[in-house]
């Protein structure tokens, strides 16, 4: 399979049989598929054989949204990541600006870069450009001695997350962006993955990885909002408190399932779905845009329904939401339940999430206000918000709590 690097293909959740079948067919599948995105260009008066490959792309259609659905040759699937979502206008608008935000970096020592430093070696350790091969039986390695044998990559990811700190302190380092940052440098260069995270996290996740996580808050509650109405039986399962108690939208209180679905939307999916999964998905949500994790968060727990709705005990739904998109290892047919036109949720649109996403930001600050004032709390359960996530609510410094909880969400 033609991929980013070399990742494992057996895991837990997918024996090396079950791999080996599935990538057969989706090699013969990848190479269908780059045949007619090559008559898809010249059509469009591009040339898909120019050296380095294209870096222009068809204006979006319902045609290239059908093409981007069925899967961007995996060659050009940064090029056309970076022009679907805008990156080269952000270039553009900023040149130079990366360069010196590294040379600001080069050397700083603060909170944020110690985070990214003990975060760096962890991502994706199997992952042969991350993780030089060692000898069979080698000692566990020393700090300096991973620097010492830091591979290029490595190199561009902390470049890359030290000058995305300096340039959105209100973000400044949180874990998983060590995990999408270096997803995009499999696919692109750093100035290019530098830009594509500013995207994600401000377009398709506004407010996610902030220190006080209300964007993360925000997207749960739509999130649950979505499986209420169009999951009904799985509703029943993970709507409620462990101790039984309903769901009330109205209160700041999320089901606790969503400290698993939360990672999904921090890390975009990543260490959540097997990795070609993960691509297929980023290609609709850097063409579609962020309408496209709700989707494929509706189609994982539409999939596991069955699972869901054969348990008993609320503590173990926590491992079966967490287990089922790990076995979603054909890409293909994730998309397809997720876009298919009968029990498929292609209808959930951009405009529906982003007017919901503000009726919760609205409530939100209509609580901080209520707060500054003295008044009566807007919603019912303070101290839920406090506890669930940190919450909009969060005073000035408390951000090691909340980087402390953000590492649970991830983790979880």
Request: proline share 6%; charged share 25%; glycine share 8%.
């Amino acid at each position: 399979m033609l991929t980013c690097g070399r990742f494992r293909k057996q895991t837990q959740y997918v024996t090396l049989q079950e791999y080996d079948e599935w990538n057969t067919r989706y090699e013969e599948t990848l190479r269908r598929r780059r045949g007619k995105w090559d008559a898809l260009l010249k059509e469009s008066g591009l040339s898909p054989s120019s050296e380095g490959g294209p870096v222009r792309f068809p204006p979006k259609s319902n045609k290239v949204k059908r093409y981007v659905r069925k899967g961007i040759p995996p060659e050009w699937r940064g090029a056309a990541w970076f022009w679907y979502a805008g990156g080269q206008k952000m270039l553009n608008k900023h040149p130079g600006l990366y360069d010196e935000l590294v040379k600001k970096g080069n050397g700083l020592v603060s909170p944020d870069s110690e985070l990214i430093e003990r975060d760096l070696h962890r991502t994706f350790p199997d992952n042969i450009k991350f993780k030089p091969d060692t000898s069979p039986g080698a000692q566990r390695l020393s700090k300096i001695q991973q620097q010492q044998m830091e591979t290029p990559i490595v190199q561009q990811l902390r470049r890359v997350l030290v000058a995305f700190s300096l340039h959105v302190p209100k973000i400044g380092y949180c874990q998983s962006l060590n995990f999408l940052a270096g997803l995009l440098l499999l696919f692109m260069t750093e100035e290019k993955a530098f830009w594509m995270l500013y995207i994600l996290t401000h377009t398709h996740l506004p407010g996610t990885h902030e220190v006080n996580l209300e964007g993360s808050s925000v997207d749960q509650w739509v999130l649950m909002m979505s499986v209420r109405e169009s999951l009904p039986g799985i509703w029943a399962k993970i709507g409620g408190d462990l101790d039984g108690s309903d769901f009330d939208p109205d209160s700041a209180r999320l089901p606790p399932v969503t400290l698993c679905t939360s990672s999904w939307f921090m890390s975009g999916f990543i260490g959540s779905l097997p990795i070609e999964s993960v691509l297929r998905v980023w290609d609709c949500l850097f063409y579609e845009g962020s309408k496209t994790l709700f989707r494929i968060a509706l189609t994982t727990f539409k999939t596991g329904e069955p699972q869901i709705r054969a348990v008993n005990d609320p503590m173990e739904i926590f491992q079966v939401v967490q287990t089922i998109p790990r076995r979603l290892i054909d890409a293909g047919a994730i998309i397809e339940a997720c876009y298919r036109r009968r029990n498929g949720f292609g209808h959930i649109s951009q405009e529906t999430i982003d007017q919901r996403r503000q009726e919760r930001r609205d409530a939100f600050a209509a609580e901080r206000a209520a707060i500054a004032k003295g008044g009566v709390r807007a919603s019912k359960d303070d101290q839920a918000l406090r506890n669930h996530f940190g919450g909009p609510l969060q005073l000035h410094g408390h951000h090691d709590f909340s980087r402390k909880f953000k590492k649970i969400l991830v983790k979880t």
